[in-house]
């Protein structure tokens, strides 16, 4: 079982700033695949970023280049520097971790953070 425990949200101006981060409690971390999903009210949940084993990132399209997906294995973290926010970059947004190499695959999801971009 991995808990992950989302911060750094928060309600932000538009053409700003945050950075989110996950601290996740697995001591294996590194064999995870770590992603952020969000959701906005009355949409479905939708994968941002994630972030392999090996450091490779993907992106939503409506994010590439504004969000950048990182992790720190050392430290259990995983972070998302979301810059020229826009409105409709408000949602809840959710840490994800992974492994899909094993015989039963695992999928855990933190609690969310809440993330609104005034206009």
């Known amino acids: 079982q991995v808990q992950l425990e989302e911060s750094g949200g928060g309600l932000v101006q538009s053409g700003g700033s945050l950075r989110l981060s996950c601290a996740a409690s697995?001591?294996?971390?590194?064999?995870?695949?770590m992603s952020w999903y969000r959701q906005a009210p009355g949409k479905e949940r939708e994968l941002v970023a994630s972030?392999?084993?090996?450091?490779?990132?993907n992106y939503v399209d409506s994010v590439k280049g504004r969000f950048t997906i990182s992790r720190d294995n050392a430290k259990n973290m995983v972070y998302l520097q979301m810059n020229s926010l826009k409105p409709e970059d408000t949602a809840v947004y959710f840490c994800?971790?992974?492994?899909?190499?094993?015989?039963?695959?695992?999928?855990?999801w933190g609690q969310g953070t809440q993330v609104t971009v005034s206009s």
């Open positions: 994800n971790a992974k492994r899909a190499d094993i015989a039963s695959p695992v999928n855990y």
């Open positions: 972030i392999t084993r090996g450091d490779s990132t």
């Open positions: 697995a001591n294996i971390f590194s064999l995870y695949a």
